[in-house]
């Protein structure tokens, strides 16, 4: 008995100990992006308003089709109205009214209702824009994809930086430490001055703050990520991607040289969406000036009674129908419809305006985002170059300063144009990926 205790308890921990273990992702950036589009949450919101405007779409639609409606109506007259007529209507003398009341005191009536409509200029316009309703939400979701994946790329890239500058500062700091070291024996030998020692310890200090801050960097660059994805902040995440591979991976300039062609992009075909939904309401205006046509079939039965015996075999209930036909013939509304119809033909007039221009802005900003592109190539090979630079002033410089050949000033003069230059570096590697991915963006490339 004890042994099944103990493994029952012993499931039980197990169990709980795998709910409270935190799920472990691993991505290369591709596999984020495809991670994202598919769990990011206004990915999944704005596949949402695609199927939100299927069911609209549907709704429209169903305006012009047979409509059924059926009912039971149940009326206890407690006090039934009273009327008076001659009393020699019912024998009594000539020249007086008597009191009748007519009616009973419970009536029940049960009905059905076939509605069609036959024709209406407004219900063909609105089939036609619950196509383009639909249509917006699918570019809508198109565009939400595209900033997804640059933002995943962006916050991507964001992660590797502060892992790359956390290495680099480490790296920098056990060689600041181990001259430092030397240094101070010198001093204490007599050898050399205290503000050598001192002028190391500034430098040692900024950059411990600089590794701190880059550690609390890196910690919120991995949850913005991760929000991102669409997972837990407290999930495990490892980037099996490095600056490096990503850098020349997105080194293409002959990307930047292929022509735009401007209908491609995204917020182009919203735009012209947009124009095709107020062109719509312009011909839903004009079709109010048209007559409508409907068709209705009523089938029911009354019944009355003193008591509620409705549902007894004596019981007597009429039936009625009825067909009718319903034409309405707008003639003349004070020029009202006139002027809702110019309204909606200047708001067209105003969205066509709206395409032009935004044809034009996309044109700029496509060569903006190709010069920042090439610019971001060219600066990456000039940080490359004066980073190597750096490095040999900076060994140099150290060199110098062991044999006493240089002040500690000039040694960190030196070292913090390295530290500086290693920062550039990186950076450029960061806007290269950033950059390609936003020219990306604008051509509507996948």
Known sequence: MKKQITLLILLVASILNAQEKPQTYSFSLQQAIDHALQNNYSAINAGRDIEAS???KWETTAMGLPQINAGVNYQNNFVIQKSVIPAEFLGGTPGEFATVAFGTKHNMIANASLSQLIFDGSYIV??????????????AKQKTDSEIKEMIINSYGNVLLAEESIKILEKNKASLEKTLFETNETFKNGLIEEENVEQLQITLTSINSTLNYNNRLLELAYKLLKINLGINIDAELKLT?????LTISNLDLAFSKNEFVVTDNINYKMAMNFQEQRQLEYKLE???ALPSLAANL???YNAFNDGFGFFEANQNWFNYSNLGVSLNVPIFSSLARSSRTQQAKIAFDQAKTQLTETEQKLKLQFEKAKSEYEYSIEQYTTSKNSLSLA?????KQQIKFKEGLSSSFDFTEAQQQLYSKQQDYLQSMVDIINKKATLEKIVNKN
């Open 298 to 300: 009523n089938f029911g």
């Open 126 to 139: 609105a089939l036609q824009a619950s196509k383009t309703y639909m249509k917006f939400y699918q570019n």
């Open 241 to 245: 991607d490095t600056l490096d591979n």
């Open 286 to 288: 004009k079709s109010k």
């Open 54 to 56: 299927k069911e609209k």
């Open 391 to 395: 490095e040999r002033i900076e060994n």
